[in-house]
């Protein structure tokens, strides 16, 4: 099973709960899987979602959003390879083939990155 993140929050150790709501076997029963910090608490599964499965609990609390450092990097990396992809389309016939072909390996290996 795949681990759990620390908390996005605190840094806290996280665990698996089982929620159920009800009594089983009447109406209105129903039972998930939630997962909480156990230092502050932050959680998933509990009113946002209830996820039967546990991979889609635990996808959710280890879904994380991109740091903005990482956001302007890639946004920078972006500009570079269109400048490169440029220069390649510009360059074409006058550009040695032996030159060019290290830039669009670099710009190949660049896209699978992503
Ligand atoms: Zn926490």
């Given at each position: 099973m795949t681990e759990l993140?620390?908390?996005p929050f605190c840094g806290g150790n996280a665990r698996m709960l089982r929620h159920e709501l009800g009594i089983m076997?009447?109406?209105?029963y129903d039972w998930w899987h939630a997962i909480q910090c156990q230092r502050?608490?932050?959680?998933v599964g509990y009113d946002d979602n209830r996820y039967r499965d546990k991979s889609?609990?635990?996808?959710?609390?280890?879904?994380?959003?991109?740091?903005?450092?990482l956001t302007a990097a890639n946004e920078r990396i972006k500009v570079l390879e269109e400048g490169i992809h440029k220069a390649l389309l510009?360059?074409?016939?006058?550009?040695?083939?032996?030159?060019?072909k290290p830039l669009q390996e670099s710009l190949a290996k660049s896209k699978e990155m992503e």
């Open positions: 993140k620390p908390c076997g009447r109406s209105g502050c608490n932050a959680a889609d609990a635990i996808r959710a609390w280890n879904t994380r959003a991109p740091s903005p450092e510009e360059c074409g016939t006058h550009f040695d083939q032996a030159k060019k």
